[in-house]
T-cell receptor, first 114, second 115 residues
Framework: GESVGLHLPTLSVQEGDNSIINCAYS??????FIWYKQESGKGPQFIID?????DKRQGQRVTVLLNKTVKHLSLQIAATQPGDSAVYFC?????????????FGKGTLLTVNP | GAVVSQHPSRVICKSGTSVKIECRSL??????MFWYRQFPKQSLMLMAT?????????EQGVEKDKFLINHASLTLSTLTVTSAHPEDSSFYIC???????????FGSGTRLTVV
C-alpha cells in the first residue's frame, strides 16, 4: 500500500557533524511534506516543511530536499548538537477531496555524541 | 503561534473503565482535529479525523464505539477510550490543521496506562 518510510532507523553522529536523515514516499500525489522532531514523552515538534513545487528549502541549521523523481525526502541538520537528539519523522500530506490528513513515516532515532 | 493544549498528560486507569482526553485549540478555531496513537518505538498512527459539528471519520481498523470522539465546538475535541484494556495503553496525540499547506500543530500527548 501507499506509505512513507525511512531508510535508516537509527543514526549516531558526533557533536558538530552534519546529519542527514532520509525518507522515501510512495504516493506521487502527495503535495506537502513536513519533518517533525519528537522528544521522549512529547508531541511532535515542527521542524521544516516543503511543498511539492519546490526542491529545497532551508531553515535555521536545517535543510529539506525533495526529489520527486525518486520520491525521496531528506533532512539535513548542520552542526548537530546534543539537543538535536530525538526521533525524527517525515510526514506526507495527502489530499483527498475536501479532506486531507498527515501520514507519518517510521521515524529515525538520532543520537548526538558529545 | 497556534497552540493545542492536551490534557491530561498522563492517566492511569483500571481495566474496564473509561478515560476522556481533551484537546483544545487556544488561539485559533480548529474545524478539524486529528487523533493519533503511538506505541513505544513506533510511529504515529492516525486513528480518526474529528470534524466540528459532525461525526468523526475513523481509519480502517479503529473501533468507533470504543474510541468515542466529540468535537462539539471549534476549540475542543475529546477522545474517550471506553472500557479500556491493557492493550489500549499507548501515547495518544491530537493535532489540528491550520489550513491546507499551513501545517499542523500537535498537542503534547497523553500517556494512558491501563492496569
Amino acid at each position: 500500500g501507499e506509505s512513507v518510510g525511512l531508510h535508516l532507523p537509527t543514526l549516531s553522529v558526533q557533536e558538530g557533524d552534519n546529519s542527514i536523515i532520509n525518507c522515501a514516499y510512495s504516493n506521487s500525489a502527495s503535495d506537502y511534506f513536513i519533518w517533525y522532531k519528537q522528544e521522549s514523552g512529547k508531541g511532535p515538534q515542527f521542524i521544516i516543511d516543503i511543498r511539492s513545487n519546490m526542491d529545497k528549502r532551508q531553515g535555521q541549521r536545517v535543510t529539506v530536499l525533495l526529489n520527486k523523481t525518486v520520491k525521496h525526502l531528506s533532512l539535513q541538520i548542520a552542526a548537530t548538537q546534543p539537543g538535536d537528539s530525538a526521533v525524527y519523522f517525515c510526514a506526507e500530506n495527502r489530499s483527498g477531496g475536501s479532506n486531507y490528513k498527515l501520514t507519518f513515516g517510521k521515524g529515525t532515532l538520532l543520537t548526538v555524541n558529545p | 503561534g497556534a497552540v493545542v493544549s492536551q490534557h491530561p498528560s498522563r492517566v492511569i486507569c483500571k481495566s474496564g473503565t473509561s478515560v476522556k482526553i481533551e484537546c483544545r485549540s487556544l488561539d485559533f478555531q480548529a474545524t478539524t482535529m486529528f487523533w493519533y496513537r503511538q506505541f513505544p518505538k513506533q510511529s504515529l498512527m492516525l486513528m480518526a479525523t474529528s470534524n466540528e459539528g459532525s461525526k468523526a471519520t475513523y481509519e480502517q481498523g479503529v473501533e468507533k464505539d470504543k474510541f468515542l470522539i466529540n468535537h462539539a465546538s471549534l476549540t475542543l475535541s475529546t477522545l474517550t477510550v471506553t472500557s479500556a484494556h491493557p492493550e489500549d495503553s499507548s501515547f495518544y496525540i491530537c493535532s489540528a490543521n491550520l489550513g491546507h499547506h499551513y501545517g499542523y500543530t500537535f498537542g503534547s500527548g497523553t500517556r494512558l496506562t491501563v492496569v
